[in-house]
């Protein structure tokens, strides 16, 4: 009886497990040990963040960082804000103009992840988990750090480059599907400026049915115009070498990626047109990667934390009136 109880507590204590990884959870890290017919790690590799690269980053030295920005709504009769000039008669007064500043405040947010790996684990994975950890760690946090750019909803986390009040949403033909017309209505909607710089965000979702849309002429479909294509990577213009391909839209830069919400979601951003040098990027703390085998010493874990601290703004705060005086805002 005594040795089927220590059996039994024995049983117990082996299934204690930390609450960040176990070697004998396979979900929570058991995979990484050693397997037959398994001889390397498989996992599914992020995708690449979509805002940064292109945004405007700002080094912070402070916790909150006010930017000067022109507070310009309306070009009907002035741009940036108020500066207008004037055809002049010989001899008459000048009259004096003054663009009308506003500012956007950067304010850092912390971004963290944090987990506890057995010594076990650590001792007895194929590969070395530690690097494993400085490898995916900070590609997660990367993700999450994209998605706010993405999505955020500015509290306590970055505000998403869709959630800015400067931006303008157009309204769909349909809720669950891209129709062209709703293509044509966002590049009409673009402030002029922007087009040189601008890029498309779509959904998994919609690249599928950009791929098959097609025009219509007298309700019969006809083949499309180049208005979608897809080259190498290594051949397109800023491509990263390698295979797969990337697609251009309408002539500008179209990016795929799962953070944006799906048609027929109720949510605005299945398919976007932005300009990204007009999202601010603040940082204020570099990522940076640590480990303590002291912190749970008593549980003989090893603690691994990622921790930076940022913020992301809309630089422009509110949509624009264009000079034509046109209820369709830019």
Not at 55 to 60: G, H, N, R
Not at 156 to 162: R, Y
Not at 211 to 223: H, W
Request: some cysteine; proline content about 8%; overall charge negative.
């Amino acid at each position: 009886d005594r040795l089927q109880a220590f059996k039994g507590g024995l049983a117990k204590a082996l299934e204690v497990k930390n609450a960040g990884m176990s070697e004998r959870v396979p979900s929570e890290g058991g995979f990484l040990v050693p397997e037959n017919l398994r001889s390397e790690i498989l996992a599914l590799s992020l995708e690449e963040g979509v805002m940064r690269e292109q945004a405007t980053v700002i080094p912070m030295d402070s916790l909150r960082v006010p930017l000067p920005s022109i507070d310009d709504t309306s070009h009907t009769s002035s741009v940036f804000g108020g500066v207008a000039a004037f055809w002049t008669a010989e001899g008459a007064t000048l009259e004096a103009t003054a663009p009308k500043f506003s500012r956007v405040v950067l304010e850092a947010a912390k971004l963290t992840a944090f987990t506890q790996i057995p010594n076990e684990l650590l001792q007895d994975s194929a590969s070395p988990m530690d690097v494993w950890f400085y490898t995916f760690f900070p590609k997660a946090v990367s993700f999450f750090e994209d998605l706010a750019f993405l999505m955020g909803d500015g509290v306590n986390q970055p505000e998403g480059v869709l959630k800015c009040p400067g931006a303008v949403t157009v309204d769909p033909a349909t809720t669950a599907t891209i129709q062209f017309i709703d293509l044509a209505k966002m590049l009409a909607r673009l402030w002029p400026p922007s087009l040189k710089r601008s890029m498309w965000i779509c959904s998994n979702d919609v690249l599928e049915q950009l791929l098959q849309l097609a025009l219509s002429v007298a309700g019969t479909p006809i083949a499309p115009p180049g208005w979608l294509q897809a080259t190498q990577a290594i051949d397109a213009p800023g491509g990263s070498t390698g295979d797969g391909f990337t697609y251009r839209l309408f002539g500008r830069p179209l990016r795929v990626t799962e953070k944006v919400p799906y048609p027929g979601s109720g949510l605005n951003g299945s398919i976007s047109l932005i300009d990204p040098t007009y999202y601010l990027i603040g940082d204020r703390q570099a990522m940076q990667v640590a480990s303590s085998a002291e912190f749970s010493f008593g549980n003989d874990t090893v603690s691994y934390r990622v921790i930076e601290r940022l913020d992301g703004r809309g630089w422009l705060r509110s949509p624009l009136t264009p000079a034509n005086g046109s209820p369709n805002k830019l």
